[in-house]
Nanobody
Framework: QVQLVESGGGLVQAGGSLRLSCAAS????????MGWYRQAPGKQRELVAE???????NYGDSVEGRFTISRDNAKNTVVLKMNSLKPEDTAVYFC????????????WGQGTQVTVSS
């Protein structure tokens, strides 16, 4: 089992910035994606950004150009830097570590609240 420990989040005004961090309790297969998803009230969980151990990055359409993801494979950590935040970015943000192969391992953090005030 792998635990994902998230930190960061909180309340910020529109236009501001926040930083989210996630650390995995142990290393796992190098064929994985680590990143962030979010879920706003009444909406489905959606991709924010994820990064493969090999470097490929996927961004959600609504955040590309404003958010930046990075990871440290040696430390099993991933960081999401969020700039130009908007009220519609308000959601619970979840860290995720998944196998690149469908049906493989899939771990989630407990989530951290991000609230952007207008």
């Amino acid at each position: 089992q792998v635990q994902l420990v998230e930190s960061g989040g909180g309340l910020v005004q529109a236009g501001g910035s926040l930083r989210l961090s996630c650390a995995a309790s142990r290393s796992i297969s190098s064929s994985n994606y680590m990143g962030w998803y979010r879920q706003a009230p009444g909406k489905q969980r959606e991709l924010v950004a994820e990064m493969a151990a090999a470097g490929r990055i996927n961004y959600g359409d609504s955040v590309e150009g404003r958010f930046t993801i990075s990871r440290d494979n040696a430390k099993n950590t991933v960081v999401l830097k969020m700039n130009s935040l908007k009220p519609e970015d308000t959601a619970v943000y979840f860290c995720r570590l998944r196998d690149v192969m469908e049906g493989g391992f899939d771990y989630w953090g407990q989530g951290t609240q991000v609230t952007v005030s207008s």
